[in-house]
């Protein structure tokens, strides 16, 4: 006869089968929504090239992989770093990364200020913040254009009080690529501060006022650390669409300021470089994982030793 363990092992192992039965049809959907595409991507960029764009079936080459750091010179075949695509790399990587911070030094002060209104009047604060979502990226992105443009309201302001006698060209330079991902993304910031925020025990701080702690200490030592996690969730909301961002730089870069989502629009259109294209977005992944992953690693490492 079996005994009261063999029964509890099996009824357990009968319960981890049925978990995975009921679990079955939403692990199928996230493999062929989200990583199969992923697992085709990364088959592309092991084949020929096509004539006329797509790629040849049955012929692998590394030559997409390849060409995402160096070229070949047409007439000697001499192998450089591809200058083109290694600044279109460190233009991505330096917006982004000033984009998330612009949004965190704008979203804490933003995110604090609704977290200390009164309650009845919060959501109303989040309402407004949330406001923009309701608009379409594109939308957003001619909005901006007509804030920063020689024309705008920037330009016309300052020649009102007599900053500038010219208007600054602004419009087509990374600074208006980082205006509107600021702009676009700064909602994406706010939103988990706050909702960290909005959980933190007020009486804390006023315990370190009257340990006779300044502003500084209050916000390095107290309130930072409580509301990391709200820090590291919106800049990781923040950080990820700025590195493949297409439509902005594409409206307000006018083509000429490329980031590495205009890269991989243009390899798998006017380039008809399909494995390139594939090996970039792959390339682009693989960045923002390792990104993540480092950001996460200090910013838990830093939040164990303050506890």
């Given amino acids: 006869m079996a005994t009261a363990a063999e029964i509890a092992k099996q ?28 697992f085709v991507m990364l088959a592309y960029s092991f084949m020929v090239k096509g004539d006329y764009g797509d790629v040849k079936f049955g ?11 160096f070229q070949r010179d047409m007439f000697d075949d001499t192998v450089t770093l591809a200058d083109a695509h290694l600044s279109i790399l460190w233009r991505s990587l330096k917006l982004s990364i000033i984009t998330t911070a612009c949004t965190l030094l704008l979203g804490f ?7 200390t209104r009164p309650r009845h009047t919060r959501e109303i604060w989040v309402f407004l913040i949330t406001i923009p979502f309701w ?3 594109l939308i957003r992105t001619f909005a901006m ?19 500038i006698d010219q208007p600054l060209q602004i419009m087509y330079t990374d600074w208006a690529i980082l205006f509107g991902m600021v702009y676009v993304y700064l909602p994406l910031m706010v939103l988990p501060l ?11 701080i006023e315990a370190g006022y009257d340990l006779y702690a300044s502003r ?16 590291v969730a919106g800049s990781i909301l923040v950080f990820v669409p700025s590195l493949g961002a297409y439509v902005i730089p594409r409206v307000l870069g006018g083509g000429k300021n490329l980031m590495l989502g205009n890269l991989i629009e243009l ?3 006017a380039g008809r470089n399909w494995p390139l294209g594939a090996a970039i977005s792959i390339t682009l992944m693989v960045l923002v994982m390792v990104a993540m992953l480092v950001y996460v690693r200090n910013a838990s490492r830093s939040g164990a030793g303050h506890g």
């Fill in 11 to 38: 009824a357990e192992r009968d319960s981890i089968r049925r978990r995975w039965l009921l679990s079955a049809p939403a692990l199928i959907i996230v493999f062929v929504a989200a990583i199969g595409p992923l």
């Fill in 59 to 69: 012929q692998y080459s590394l030559d997409g992989w390849f060409s995402v750091l």
């Fill in 109 to 115: 002060p933003t995110a604090y200020f609704i977290a």
């Fill in 135 to 137: 608009t379409n990226l």
């Fill in 145 to 163: 254009q007509q804030v920063i443009r020689n024309e705008g309201l920037i330009n016309t302001l300052l020649r009102a009080v007599g900053i």
């Fill in 194 to 204: 706050y909702a960290s925020m909005e959980k933190l025990d007020f009486r804390l």
């Fill in 216 to 231: 500084w200490a209050v916000l390095r030592r107290i309130i930072i650390p409580l509301v990391k996690p709200g820090i």
């Fill in 267 to 269: 390899q798998f259109g």
